[in-house]
């Protein structure tokens, strides 16, 4: 662990999916002396307590952030502002506060007017993920190898910048800096507008009389049960996520309309050509990713293996 990343008390507010890979990365790699956490409901904190991953629960946000050196609120984006007004006057001064969320624009909006003087705001995403949602689903291992992207204020420290970083980086994430506008656009085309279209496939499949529900669920492998995977994805998250990310997530959308316009023209003309050269495109872009390691070329994607693990 590199002195440049280590924090003396961290406090985590909210403990699902990524504030439960936090404290389980951050406690493996020893880079707090004290992790702190809280969340919103009795029974997440009680189930959090019996873990046994962080040092405190505590019952209120305030109480979590007090002589924090670190604060990362890691609960919907949604509720980012309201959260940022509660812990204001509570926290240390020189701390530096984050979160997590999948939409940058909205919560630097929504936060930094409540933020005091001598606090540094470093947002933060990590692109790293699964389906699965509460205390028990997060994992040491989710940042490892996946992109953290900070989107600091023009103003922030370039001290608290680089701390923060550090952090994310003994986590395993690599790190990259860019403007909240645009991690919004980047994210709304590789991230947003994917889900948006797993979630209306996997609604159609559904509505279909002709296709039966056993038939839907038999021949998923055709392609289907890779959208009901991401379809799976956390309401709450994936309702804010729109909410807050609009203009960009409707840009994209416009996008992808018109090309898929020229896809379905493609197939009623006949013209397979069109079609070939799309696919080509596609598969090339595919290779890509797997070429720089961001997922696997297994067959299956990797299933397979994972399945046959003890
Ligand atoms: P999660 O597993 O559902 O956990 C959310 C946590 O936030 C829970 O501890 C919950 O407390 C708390 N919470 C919910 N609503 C709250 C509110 N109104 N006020 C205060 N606390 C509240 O969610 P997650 O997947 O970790 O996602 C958290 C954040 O990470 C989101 O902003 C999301 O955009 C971002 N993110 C998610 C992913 C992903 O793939 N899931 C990836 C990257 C970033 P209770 O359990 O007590 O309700």
């Known amino acids: 662990m590199s002195e440049q990343a280590h924090f003396q008390r961290v406090a985590l507010i909210g403990f699902g999916l990524i504030g439960g890979s936090i404290a389980r990365a951050a406690k493996l790699q020893g880079l707090a002396s004290e992790i702190v956490t809280t969340a919103r409901s009795e029974k997440t904190r009680a189930r959090v307590a019996e873990l046994g991953i962080v040092d405190q629960v505590v019952a209120t946000n305030a109480e979590a952030v007090k002589d924090a050196d670190l604060v990362i609120l890691c609960i919907p984006v949604g509720a980012c502002g309201a959260v940022a007004q509660e812990i204001a006057a509570h926290l240390k001064p020189g701390a530096i506060v984050s979160d997590v969320g999948s939409v940058k624009g909205a919560v630097v909006r929504d936060m930094v007017p409540h933020l005091p003087k001598g606090i540094h705001f470093v947002p933060a995403h990590p692109v790293a993920g699964t389906e699965h949602s509460g205390p028990d689903s997060g994992f040491a291992e989710l940042f490892i190898n996946r992109w953290c992207i900070l989107t600091p204020p023009e103003d922030t420290d370039a001290a608290a910048t680089e701390h923060l970083r550090a952090f994310w980086a003994a986590m395993g994430a690599k790190v990259e800096i860019m403007t909240p506008d645009h991690h919004d656009l980047v994210l709304a085309i590789t991230s947003h507008l994917p889900h948006l279209i797993a979630y209306t496939i996997v609604g159609t499949a559904d509505e279909l009389a002709q296709v039966t529900e056993s038939e839907v669920i038999k021949f998923s492998a055709g392609g289907f049960r890779d959208f009901t995977r991401i379809a799976a994805s956390d309401p709450t998250m994936w309702r804010d996520v729109f909410l807050a990310n609009k203009e960009a997530v409707l840009e994209m959308l416009g996008t992808f309309t018109e090309d ?22 596609t598969r090339a872009i595919r290779r890509g990713i797997v070429e720089i390691g961001q997922d696997s070329a297994a067959p299956d994607f990797g299933r397979l293996a994972a399945l046959k693990k003890p």
């Open 260 to 281: 898929l316009a020229k896809l379905t023209r493609a197939i009623r003309r006949g013209d397979g050509e069109a079609l070939f050269d799309h696919f080509t495109r």
